[in-house]
Nanobody, 124 residues
Framework: QVQLVESGGGLVQAGGSLRLSCAASGRTFSNYAMGWFRQAPGKERELAAAIRRSGGSTYYADSVKGRFTISRDNAKNTVYLQMNSLKPEDTAVYSC?????????????????WGQGTQVTVSS
């Protein structure tokens, strides 16, 4: 079992920044590829960013490319999502997820463990 706990969400004005953290406990964190998903009201959950378990390769949705940065610190069992130039359409619940393989998956069903989520609200 892997337990994931997100933090860092909140209310921010458009153009601002937030940094989300996801702390993992349980099994060896470096064995898992990690993803940040988000779900806005009335919309399907989407993968915003993901990172291989080694941290050597990343994925970004087109909607966040150039504004968000995913990173991980395997020594601290933590994955981060730095979000810059935030837009109102970034408003969503953000959840981190762990997949017990080398590389990320694009679908939520490919992930084995989930955090409870943290709310990000961007005001215009």
């Amino acid at each position: 079992q892997v337990q994931l706990v997100e933090s860092g969400g909140g209310l921010v004005q458009a153009g601002g920044s937030l940094r989300l953290s996801c702390a993992a406990s349980g099994r060896t964190f470096s064995n898992y590829a990690m993803g940040w998903f988000r779900q806005a009201p009335g919309k399907e959950r989407e993968l915003a960013a993901a990172i291989r378990r080694s941290g050597g390769s990343t994925y970004y949705a087109d909607s966040v490319k150039g504004r968000f940065t995913i990173s991980r610190d395997n020594a601290k069992n933590t994955v981060y999502l730095q979000m810059n130039s935030l837009k109102p359409e970034d408003t969503a619940v953000y959840s981190c997820a762990a997949r017990s393989t080398t590389n990320w998956g694009l679908r939520a069903s490919e992930y084995d463990y989930w955090g409870q989520g943290t709310q990000v609200t961007v005001s215009s």
